[in-house]
C-alpha cells in the first residue's frame, strides 16, 4: 500500500474539519509522541506542494528535554537582546524574561522543517510541509503550534550541526507537537479582504 493510501485509509476527519479544529496549542500533558506516530506526520508533511517538486524539506526531530530546554533559555536570551529598542515589543520581552516561561510549552516533540539548501520556493515548500503536518497532527488528536521564536537559535551554526543540518541548510519551519493539557480558545478570524475580484 502507498503511504499516500494508507494515510487516507486511516483518516478520521475531512479537510475542512481539520482546518476549523486546528488551533495553536500553547499547553501540553507530559505524554510522547510514539514514533509511529510522528513518521505517519512526516508523511503527511511530504504530500505538499513543492515548487518542481523539488521536495527540498529536511527533518530534525527533538524529543530529549534538556535540549528543548536549552535551546528554549538561548532563544530567549538571543530574542531580549534582538528586541531590546524595539518599543512595541515591551510585551514579549516581559515574557521573555519570565524564567518560567518556555518557548516550547513544554511539548514534547519539536520538528524543525528546511531545505539543505535556499532557493526561491524553498520557505514557501518547508510551510506548505507544515501546515500538513499540523493538520494531520489535530486529525491525530496532537496539539501543535509554530515557534518562529525558535528560528533565531535553531539557526546558529552549533545548533545547526546538532539538527543535523548542512552548514549550507537553514531551519525554516520550527513545530511544536504533543497532547494538548487543555482545548485551546477558539481564536477569531477576520473575513477575506477581497481587494480585486476582475470578472
Ligand atoms: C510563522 C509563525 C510563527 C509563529 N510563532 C509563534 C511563536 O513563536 N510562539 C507562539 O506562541 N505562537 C506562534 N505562532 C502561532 C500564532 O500565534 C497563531 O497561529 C495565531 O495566533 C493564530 O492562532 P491559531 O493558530 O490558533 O489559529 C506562530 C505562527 C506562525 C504562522
New binding site residues.
Given amino acids: 500500500m502507498s503511504a499516500a493510501r494508507s494515510l487516507l485509509e486511516n483518516s478520521r476527519m475531512n479537510v475542512t474539519e481539520a482546518i476549523l479544529a ?3 496549542v ?1 499547553a501540553y500533558a507530559p505524554r510522547k509522541v510514539d514514533d509511529a506516530t510522528l513518521r505517519s506526520l512526516l508523511r503527511a508533511a511530504v504530500q505538499a506542494p513543492s515548487a518542481m517538486n523539488r521536495q527540498p524539506w529536511l527533518f530534525s526531530i527533538v524529543q530529549d528535554a534538556a535540549r528543548l530546554r536549552r535551546y528554549s533559555d538561548r532563544a530567549k536570551a538571543m530574542l531580549l537582546v534582538a528586541m531590546a529598542s524595539d518599543a512595541k515589543a515591551a510585551h514579549y520581552r516581559d515574557l521573555l524574561a519570565s524564567p518560567g516561561f518556555d ?1 516550547f ?1 513544554d511539548a514534547t516533540t519539536l520538528v524543525v522543517i528546511g531545505p539543505g539548501e535556499r532557493g526561491a520556493y524553498t520557505d514557501a515548500d518547508c510551510w506548505l510541509a507544515a501546515e500538513n503536518l499540523m493538520l494531520a497532527a489535530c486529525e491525530a488528536g496532537l496539539g501543535s ?6 528560528i533565531p537559535v535553531l539557526n546558529t551554526p552549533e545548533v545547526k550541526a546538532e539538527l543535523g543540518l548542512p552548514a549550507s541548510g537553514v531551519a525554516v519551519a520550527p513545530l511544536i507537537l504533543g497532547y494538548p493539557a487543555a482545548a ?1 480558545p477558539p ?1 477569531e478570524r477576520a473575513e477575506p479582504k477581497i481587494v480585486s475580484w476582475s470578472r
Fill in positions: 486546528r488551533r495553536a500553547r518557548i510549552y503550534c509554530c515557534i518562529g521564536f525558535a485551546p481564536v
